[in-house]
């Protein structure tokens, strides 16, 4: 394998809330409002670095409760598992990653996120049977 064929995995977690709604982070780095997650550690096993990073971007501690997606940005090498959460402990605080939160329905996400992120939330939120499979461009679903 080289280098330039080396894939990362990334996890995300979709925490809703007791009226059904998601909540999404404004990144520090961009400004957009996606899902909180990052990209799973080495050493990590998927779980850990899940709690981990919702953890570490929202001040909550989750449990996650579903596989809703999984998803793979085509030009960057990068795969996303998806996991629908709830929050058992913490409080919403800001970090160096995020700087602002908002509980949105399926239909808002669409109005604030890019298509490639909102879609993982909107899965989340849909329940699906099995969790659909998706590759995107970074911003735009592709098939």
Known sequence: MTAGSRHSVSVAGVVVDDQGRALLIQRRDNGHWE????VLELDEDILTGLRREVEEETGLQVTPTALTGVYKNMPRGIVALVFRCRAE????????????FRWV???????LADEAFAIRVQDALAQHLTAPIRQHDGLRILG
């Not at 402990?89 to 602002?100: I, K, M, N, P």
């Not at 329905?105 to 109005?111: D, G, I, R």
């Open 89 to 100: 402990a913490g409080s919403l605080r800001e970090s160096d990653e995020s700087s602002a």
């Open 35 to 38: 899902a909180p997650g990052g």
């Open 105 to 111: 329905t399926a239909e808002e996400v669409a109005k």
